[in-house]
Nanobody, 122 residues
Framework: VQLVESGGGSVQAGGSLRLSCVAS????????MGWFRQAPGKEREAVAV???????SHADSVKGRFTISKDSAKNTLYLQMSSLKPEDTAMYYC?????????????????WGQGTQVTVSS
């Protein structure tokens, strides 16, 4: 299984980015997948997850600003980020698990991408 993220970059506060994660050798149709982030000196935290049934859940800190979605035909996970803030600066990781059940707990995910850096300047 391989997860490859793209779409990160440097933007000013208030800007937008769309992250993508392409999954290989993995059937995303009924799997839970998620986006996590980790800032220097901080623990990895869940940003948004999508269950195998398509139900989504977003962290309170990003509700109304970020949207997770999945295109199962393309085996691709997305994170649309808008109204970005400096505190959103972090390495963003895509993750997937061999289960349809939704979870925000990082260690319950089986596969991880290498990450894509998002930097938001004020």
């Amino acid at each position: 299984v391989q997860l490859v993220e793209s779409g990160g970059g440097s933007v000013q506060a208030g800007g937008s980015l769309r992250l993508s994660c392409v999954a290989s050798a993995f059937d995303s149709r009924r799997a839970c997948m998620g986006w996590f982030r980790q800032a220097p000196g901080k623990e990895r935290e869940a940003v948004a997850v999508i269950g195998g049934d398509g139900i989504t859940s977003h962290a309170d800190s990003v509700k109304g600003r970020f949207t997770i979605s999945k295109d199962s035909a393309k085996n691709t996970l997305y994170l649309q980020m808008s109204s970005l803030k400096p505190e959103d600066t972090a390495m963003y990781y895509c993750a997937a698990r061999d289960s349809a059940h939704i979870t925000f707990i990082p260690y319950e995910y089986d596969y991880w991408g290498q990450g894509t850096q998002v930097t938001v300047s004020s």
